[in-house]
């Protein structure tokens, strides 16, 4: 028998505030036209003042576990991805441990930006088939607006905040592709690329947290061509081909992205889920916002195939695919 991580529930939050993109446009330089044109993003979510990162993700994961049909005992293990923390340190995770009242197991932190889900997913997954977990909750949450320069109209239109979080738990199979759980998970990064998406600050360097900076069409070449390796890489890792697979569940960053990669799967639009008009780019909490919802609404149903795929700054890049 083989041991894989099953997901077990799904949840999600977003902050209450909405801010369209006509809201925008009497802050900066821009117009709705102008962004849904080049992103597909519509409006986005904007955390309250004293809303935190751990807020948002207490929220998802409280919904993640009721999903589950489990109380915050079960829990071995949180991972909780972030590029928005609530202090320096300790790690937000640990905050959310404090508040599901969890005083056992381990809470920690992953940062790989935008691709942060998968790779904490692919740490809490690894800490099951290990046998160190029985059950993890993995959460992605932001509150990226405020790392935001509200004056640079060519990244503050894209992110907004939410979380979003899974609870996986052990389940024994055969270990044919058929079976439920995390087939595989592949990881990359390459720090060589730093200058094209970071931050411009940090407390080693100047102190302060600094804002977004990006050089947005060597992000879109590089996105581009670095999903369609890793999701090839992870396929065939998988032993699955794209014509196996029920739902892409991308990082929603930009949709001319997204329309990269289905086409070059193959895939309808229609098996393809698609959030980022109403969440912009949510950066970690992107995935596990999209599988909230597409789990919540029934399209993704047991049994099922799905492909999970991002690219953030680093840069890194990451794929999975999951059997539901």
């Known amino acids: ?70 109380g915050a005992g079960a829990v071995d293990v949180i991972v909780l991805a972030t590029a928005t923390p609530d202090e320096t340190f300790p790690a937000t995770a640990t905050r959310v441990q404090a508040g599901l009242g969890i005083t056992r197991g381990a809470a920690f932190d992953v940062q790989a930006v935008c691709s942060g889900f998968i790779y904490a997913l692919n740490v809490a997954d690894n800490f099951i088939r290990l046998g160190q977990a029985d059950t993890a909750l993995v959460i992605g949450a932001e509150t990226f607006s405020r790392i935001l320069d509200w004056k640079d109209r060519g990244t503050c239109v894209l992110f907004g905040d939410g979380a979003g979080a899974v609870v996986l738990r052990a389940h024994e199979g055969n270990g044919s592709s058929g079976d439920r759980g995390i087939l595989c998970s592949r990881l990359h990064s390459d720090g060589r690329q730093h200058d094209l998406l970071y931050t411009d600050g940090g407390p080693s360097s100047t102190g302060l947290a600094g804002h977004v900076r990006m050089h947005g069409r060597e992000v879109f070449r590089h996105a581009v061509e670095n999903l369609a390796a890793v999701v090839d890489e992870a396929l065939g890792a998988a032993g699955v081909t794209a ?51 597409a789990a919540g609404d029934g399209r993704i149903r047991a049994g099922q195939l799905v492909l999970l795929e991002a690219m953030g700054g680093g840069f890194t890049w990451a794929a999975s695919v999951v059997r539901w």
């Open 243 to 293: 014509d196996d697979i029920d739902w892409l569940v991308p990082h929603q960053a930009n949709l001319r992205i997204l329309e990269g990669t289905r086409k070059r799967l193959r895939l309808p639009l229609e098996k393809v889920v698609v959030t980022i008009e109403r969440h912009a780019n949510t950066s970690a909490a992107s995935i596990p916002l999209a599988l909230a919802e």
């Open 1 to 70: 028998m083989v041991r894989r991580s099953a997901v077990a529930g799904t949840g999600a939050y977003l902050p209450v505030r909405v801010l369209t993109n006509n809201d925008l446009a009497r802050m900066v330089d821009t117009s709705d036209e102008w962004i849904v044109q080049r992103t597909g993003i519509r409006e986005r979510h904007i955390a309250a003042d004293g809303e935190m990162t751990s807020d948002l993700a207490l929220a998802a994961a409280g919904k993640a576990l009721g999903a589950a049909g489990l």
